[in-house]
């Protein structure tokens, strides 16, 4: 903050200096990031925040620090979303996602401006994560209705029946974001998770937050339902216990996790909620997230499979 | 506050002197009211006390089903959910009572003999209330004699609403007269009462007709329970002790669907009238929700952690 002031006086000194002429120094519009739930951005309920900083230790910003109860309200907020969200054809899900990606796309400076800040990316790199994380958006749009086809369908029986299993969303995913992919990482993890009609409490990099919560203004305005997604910024050591051990949260994706992913696995037994553990991936940087095209993965690991036996002839 | 109680003459009842005697009250201060349960609102109850808390709101709570699609087996599984709400926790207590339409009585008694659960059954031609006279005793006298203990009856708020005071006060005597040993619950329906004076006045007139508990609403009609409206119904119950001695009970009914909206009731209840009323004897909250919402709380802090709604009944 101070080296901050200081830069203020110094450019106002500067423009004292370059006489009459010169036009008055703006204040600036320094933002506020808080919480996303429930379609709206909240404050956390604890009041707290905590200063992130840019790759070279520069003050950016203060992030909301989530509290056990703002991850309590997330989780009943996904909760309420998932009805809606799930009942809504494969084909409008796929709309909305590749929304996101119209939107995102409007706003590729402001990423890639995140990017560079709070990363160190060069402007070169940071277009090209930035473009990779629309493309990914892109592409589970694509998916949205033909993941069904791919993991589901007719299943020969010995009898006179039709068989058919069908793959349906596990209910409330748990998305701990890679640690150091703070955008094209998060986008890879968040997208598979909602793109077959799960709902998601996402627990954002707790280094590099911001990108997350740009991205939910991007989700805010993308006609996604409020309660699809819901971000908290904060520790993960504060917050995993609770909701790896939440009876009411289907599916935990461990990715940024850490060292506590065995014990968050654990306490997830209790209630039998379905674990992805860390992948190779989990810790590296956005460039361990560049292959455009993952596959199902991320999918088939939030979705149940269905399978309707029909007599033939009735 | 000085309660005009000693102008009120039961022997030479009319319409005039219960007007002069609803009317002598003191006007509610509506800011003043609303501010104050705001207020109580936010007190934070925690830990140990908020375990108490959520036991005594258990054994409050009047569990209700008043669907027109209510069945004898459904209300057999509610009344198997009163006598024990947590089946995996036995040392969860058991609801104050179970509340139902008048022919679905029997079928209640029968579920919850000996199991020490109150039997409540709404009563004259519930929710509305527009229904002859006598078909209100009627109504009344068959739940009382299929074994109800408590009957919550409406008031005719057409009458009260335009200065027909007797005629409410004597639907109460006669509906009372007709209960016998079962406790008389009488619903305002606040909700169409639309001035707090109005909710302190028909209070007073239900009181002094002898209502055992005044009751905020039907549940169907909104806004129901709120805590204002609570307030001014417990101040009603404070002044008609101190003036005479007599321990009305209150029943917030509908809206109340999470274990911090019972509290809130309770923290009112101990500032508003102290204490004493913190009991199932003078204090119930109807709902059917709530419950599994005080179980997931109690849940929550027994084992520290969250407990998800599918892991108890639906009702």
């Known amino acids: 903050m101070a080296e901050r002031r200081d830069t203020g006086k110094a450019t106002r000194a500067a423009t004292r200096a370059t006489g009459e002429g010169a036009a008055p120094v703006r204040l600036a519009v320094r933002k506020t990031y808080k919480l996303y739930l429930g379609g709206a951005f909240p404050r956390s309920e604890s009041g707290r925040s905590y200063p992130v900083t840019s790759a070279d230790g520069r003050h950016l910003a203060n992030a909301a620090l989530a509290s056990r109860k703002d991850a309590r309200d997330a989780v009943a907020t996904a909760r309420k979303a998932f009805g809606g969200w799930s009942a809504r054809t494969a084909y409008n899900r796929g709309q909305i996602l590749y929304r996101v990606a119209e939107m995102m796309e409007g706003r590729r400076d402001q990423f890639a401006a995140q990017a560079v800040a709070a990363q160190g990316l060069s402007a070169d790199e940071a277009d090209r994560v930035v473009s990779a994380a629309i493309d990914r958006w892109v592409y589970y749009a694509g998916w949205t209705d033909k993941v069904a086809q791919v993991i589901g369908g007719a299943n020969p029986v010995a009898g006179p029946y039709y068989n058919h299993s069908a793959p349906e969303p596990t209910g409330v995913v748990v998305v701990f974001a890679p640690p150091n992919a703070p955008l094209l990482g998060l986008t890879s993890v968040i997208a598979p998770v909602i793109a077959t009609g799960n709902t998601t409490v996402v627990v954002a990099s707790e280094k590099a937050p911001l990108a997350a919560i740009d991205l939910a203004e991007v989700l805010a305005t993308s006609d996604l339902p409020g309660g699809v997604v819901n971000l908290l910024t904060g520790r993960v050591p504060e917050l995993g216990p609770h909701l790896a051990a939440h009876a009411d949260v289907d599916a935990l994706d461990l990715t940024g996790a850490g060292e506590a992913a065995v014990e968050f696995e654990k306490a997830a037994a209790a209630t039998l909620t379905r674990v992805l553990r860390p992948t190779p991936e989990a810790d590296g940087g956005e460039e361990a997230w560049l292959d455009p095209d993952p596959g199902t993965s991320r999918m088939t690991p939030f979705l149940e499979t269905k399978t309707v036996w029909h007599p033939i002839g009735t | ?315």
């Open chain 2, 1 to 315: 506050m000085p309660v005009p109680h000693t102008a009120f003459a039961p022997e030479a009842m009319s319409n005039r002197s219960l007007r002069a005697f609803l009317h002598g009250f003191p006007g509610v201060d509506e800011v003043g009211a609303r501010a104050r349960a705001q207020d109580l609102s936010t007190r934070s109850i925690k830990t140990t006390a908020k375990a108490e808390a959520i036991d005594l709101a258990i054994r409050m709570v009047d569990l209700t089903t008043l669907e027109g699609a209510d069945t004898p087996g459904k209300v057999r599984s509610l009344c198997a959910k009163a006598v024990g709400p947590d089946p995996a926790d036995r040392t969860v207590p058991r609801v104050g009572a179970v509340c139902v339409y008048p022919d679905m009585v029997a079928t209640a008694v029968e579920a919850l003999r000996g199991t020490g659960v109150a039997v409540a059954s709404v009563a004259t031609a519930f929710p509305s209330g527009r229904a002859p006279m006598e078909a209100k005793l009627a109504d009344t006298r068959r739940a009382v004699a299929d074994g109800a203990g408590e009957i919550d009856m409406v008031i005719d708020r057409g009458a009260f609403l335009s200065g027909d005071y007797l005629k409410v006060f004597e639907e109460i005597v006669a509906i009372k007269e007709a209960c016998g040993a079962a406790h008389l619950k009488v619903i305002l329906e606040t909700g169409e009462l639309a001035t707090y004076d109005n909710v302190r006045r028909a209070s007073h007139l239900a009181i002094r007709a002898g209502a055992d508990f005044v009751k905020t609403s039907t549940g169907k009609v909104s806004p129901a329970a709120t805590l204002p409206v609570t307030l001014v119904m417990l101040e009603a119950v404070r002044d008609h002790h101190a003036a005479t001695g007599r321990r009305v009970g209150v029943k917030p009914a509908g809206g109340i669907r999470t274990t911090k909206d019972a509290i809130r009731n309770l923290v009112l209840v101990n500032e508003v009238v102290g204490p004493d009323w913190l009991t199932p004897a003078l204090f119930r909250i109807g709902a059917s929700s709530l419950l599994n919402d005080l179980l997931m709380q109690r849940t929550r802090l027994s084992t520290g952690t969250y407990p998800g709604p599918d892991y108890y009944t639906l009702d």
